[in-house]
């Protein structure tokens, strides 16, 4: 594909001369970064992240996130390559492609690892939320060309990994359209009965319904032509394989009950205009009691804002009408994305009000809006995209993927001793993204670190100045505690004792135990005959665990028959 292939197929707007140079120049590096590369369905590589590009162009994201799309996959390994985009791209760019690498790296554990600490960390790892949708448009682009990939298990894990993660990941987000097309996709890899039921059950019912419906739309039209209500747009939208499943299993597989397979979604202009059309519907056909739902004034958790109604319609038929204003549809359909949109459409936004409960999606919103109200330039902004929902854990990667999550401030020892004792024990040196770091340095999100050991390394007690972690910090007590105690122990100096005994058959054997009876570890024993001497004497050595031991064994030697006298001292020569 060429350049000027590439931008006719750009949605028409906006890109101003500046953004189509850099577009360029991204399309042209990638170009020749994937040049000769294929895919397994055999296609050209750069097809893919064409394709990427595109669709978070679709969706409405700024040159950068666009061009750093496009630059995705270009970043293999360590360093090098990263280092020329910042060159010839800028520090912006270059720090989105490198959380889209960085994410790449993530491991998948399923069973090991909780789904949720999974989400969790594609988050934080991410750091911003343009990766997180570069990332959900690679995703939808490898789940749209899976059936290419030639390892059935490895589809399946794909496909799992899409439905547990990045399809729950854009939920979060707010993000139904992507969420929905990366739920559907990944549904015939990880339940293919079930997929290829749905689909023929769908085929049989969805014709029949669409005929209705044609017919219930033309009165609706003519009802709010009446009002004097401006209909935006109204249309049928059949629901998704995948939520209508999950639905059927909460109706016990009944299809009788579900009354949104083709549902009607009517746009308008502003909220008023919104209880307007509910009020209409309801004067022309009967409600269903207790299924009008208000998602206006109490929106989803995820934000998502509509008027929901089941009515008894034409013949008596139930259907399902939603309605809600330009904003909230595409709010619905791109959720946070969608505020590029608006920028660029310059479109008022309108106090919505917030699930407290996912604080971070209102705290999204209160940027946006303060964003839109001029209270924030752009450049603080899309600083706020930064993700921080996170602040007090880190996560980081073993070389190998795996996912280790520590507390912030954390250090390359807290790391490996959270791998291994022995690891952290015998650390010489870390390595963070591939190049050596002082064993104090800070770890951040998204770090790859590897630690260097040697059999005869021990940690140092200056480590306990910086650890942040309770493991590692205990780890080390334990070693310099021990330490302190040999090198106490190699530094005490053996007691002696001199014993001055009566020559008596058995004395020599009732000192001895009575040296042994006191527990204390003997060094050496000798014994002396003084010549003419009527005495003789013992020297016993031995090395004492605390000064008590001296006195127990002076006063049991004292107590031995024919014992004269008891001298101590260190290395002393009395004879
Ligand atoms: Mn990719």
Redesign the pocket.
Known sequence: MTWIEYKKQLPKSHFSKEDLNLLEAAFLYATKAHERQKRHSGDDYIL??IA?SLKVAEIGLDSQTIAAALL??TVEDKGAELKEIRKRFGENIAFLVDGVTKV?KLRYHGVERTVESMRKMFLAVAKDVRVVIIKLC?RL??METLSSLPYPEKRERIAKETLDIYASVADRLGMGEIKAQLEDLAFRYVYPDEYFWIEEEVKKRLPEREIYLERVMPIIKKELNREGIKALEIHARAKHYYSLWKKLQRYDMDWERIFDLVAVRIIIHDVNDAYGVLGLIHKHWKPLPGRIKDYIALPKPNGYQSLHTTVFCIDGQIVEFQIRTEEMHKEAEFGIAAHWMWEHAGKPKEGASINPKLAWVAQLKEWQSSFRKGKMNSEDFLESLKIDFFKDRIFVLTPKGDVIDLPEGATSIDFAYHIHSEIGDHAVGAKVNGKMSSFDAELHSGDVVEILTKKNQHPSREWLTFVKTSMARNHIRRYVREQTGKILLRKQEPIEIVVEIEDRVGILKDVSSAIASSGISIKDIESHVRGDNAYASIKISFIPHSKDDIHRVRARIKRVKGVQSVKIGRRERTI
């Open positions: 893919h992240p990427v995705h996959d790449d690679d682009h490898n």
